[in-house]
C-alpha cells in the first residue's frame, strides 16, 4: 500500500541538493580509494568521514539497527553487504551505497565500481546497469506514471540478457529516507502514481547476471542472488521539476 506523498518545498529541496553535492563527491572521491587490498571496512571509515567533514550526518547509520554508514556489497551480494574485513582482489565488483542527512534532509546514492581489472561479464554488467538507471531516469518526467520508469529498465535490461531484482526496489525520500512512493524497476507502464513537479525518489536498478531471485544471509541485512552470480547496482536521488528531473547526486564526469 502506497502512503503519502509530499512534494517538496524550495527550502526541503535546496537542503537535499546540498545532501547529494556531498554524497555525489564521496562517491567520486571513492574511484581512485577503491583498489585490490584494501577492505570493505575501509571503504565504510572513508564514507563516514566523508559525509562528517561537511557537518552531515550518515543516515544509515544506526538505522533499524544497521551498525555502518555505508552498505558494501561484493560480487554477487545485491545490496545491504555489511562491510567488514574482507580484502578486496583483483577482478571483484563492489557497490557503495551511502545516505547523507542536512538538517533533516536525505540524499541516497549507490556506485558500482570495478576492482581493478574485470571480467569481461562484470564490465558488461557494470555498463548494462549504468545505462539502465538513466534510461529509468528519462522516465521521470511530471505527467508520466511512476511504472514507467521500471517498464523502461525491465524492457532493456532484459534484452541485454540480465535480470532486474524485483525484491528491493526505489523509493520516496526527504525528510524521512525512505518515502512514498515506491519505485520498482520492473513492471507494466501507466500505473501507480502520476509524477509531479516537487516529488523527490530513487532510482536504483539492481541487475543480476543470472535469476533475478534473491536470498538472505543470516543477518538479516545481506541480500545475494539465489544463483551466486553477480550483481550490480546504480542510484540517483531525483527531484521532479518542470524541465523534468533534475539529478542532485550526479558526480562530475558522468
Known amino acids: 500500500m502506497q502512503g503519502l506523498i509530499t512534494l517538496k518545498s524550495r527550502h526541503e529541496q535546496n537542503l537535499m541538493r546540498e545532501a547529494g553535492k556531498v554524497v555525489a563527491g564521496c562517491h567520486e572521491a571513492l574511484r581512485s580509494f577503491i583498489r585490490p587490498g584494501i577492505r570493505t571496512i575501509d571503504i565504510d571509515q572513508f564514507v563516514e568521514d566523508f559525509i562528517r567533514r561537511y557537518r552531515m550526518e550518515p543516515a544509515q547509520k544506526g538505522y533499524r539497527g544497521?551498525?555502518?554508514?555505508?552498505?558494501?556489497?561484493?560480487?554477487?551480494?545485491?545490496?545491504?553487504?555489511?562491510?567488514?574485513?574482507?580484502?578486496?582482489?583483483?577482478?571483484?565488483?563492489?557497490?557503495?551505497?551511502?545516505?547523507?542527512?542536512?538538517?533533516?534532509?536525505?540524499?541516497?546514492?549507490?556506485?558500482?565500481?570495478?576492482?581493478?581489472?574485470?571480467?569481461?561479464?562484470?564490465?558488461?554488467?557494470?555498463?548494462v546497469t549504468r545505462r539502465a538507471l538513466y534510461i529509468g531516469i528519462e522516465q521521470a518526467i511530471p505527467g508520466n506514471h511512476i511504472s514507467d520508469i521500471g517498464h523502461a529498465i525491465q524492457t532493456y535490461v532484459e534484452a541485454q540478457g540480465f535480470s532486474v531484482v524485483r525484491d528491493y526496489i526505489g523509493h520516496g525520500i526527504g525528510r524521512q529516507m525512505h518515502e512514498s512512493p515506491e519505485v520498482l524497476h520492473f513492471g507494466p507502464p501507466h500505473r501507480g502514481p502520476k509524477i509531479r513537479k516537487g516529488m523527490a525518489f530513487t532510482v536504483e536498478p539492481m541487475v543480476n547476471v543470472g535469476t533475478y531471485e534473491t536470498k538472505l544471509d543470516p543477518d538479516g541485512w545481506t541480500a545475494r542472488t539465489a544463483d551466486g552470480s553477480l550483481s550490480a547496482q546504480y542510484e540517483h536521488t531525483l527531484i521532479i521539476t518542470d524541465e523534468g528531473p533534475e539529478i542532485i547526486t550526479k558526480q562530475d564526469g558522468e
Not at 80 to 98: A, K, N, R, S, W
Not at 104 to 127: C, I, K, M
Open 66 to 127: 544497521y551498525p555502518f554508514a555505508s552498505c558494501t556489497s561484493v560480487n554477487d551480494v545485491i545490496c545491504h553487504g555489511f562491510p567488514g574485513e574482507y580484502v578486496l582482489q583483483e577482478g571483484d565488483i563492489v557497490t557503495v551505497d551511502m545516505v547523507a542527512v542536512h538538517k533533516g534532509l536525505h540524499a541516497d546514492s549507490a556506485w558500482s565500481y570495478a576492482v581493478g581489472e574485470v571480467s569481461e561479464t562484470a564490465r558488461r554488467l557494470l555498463d
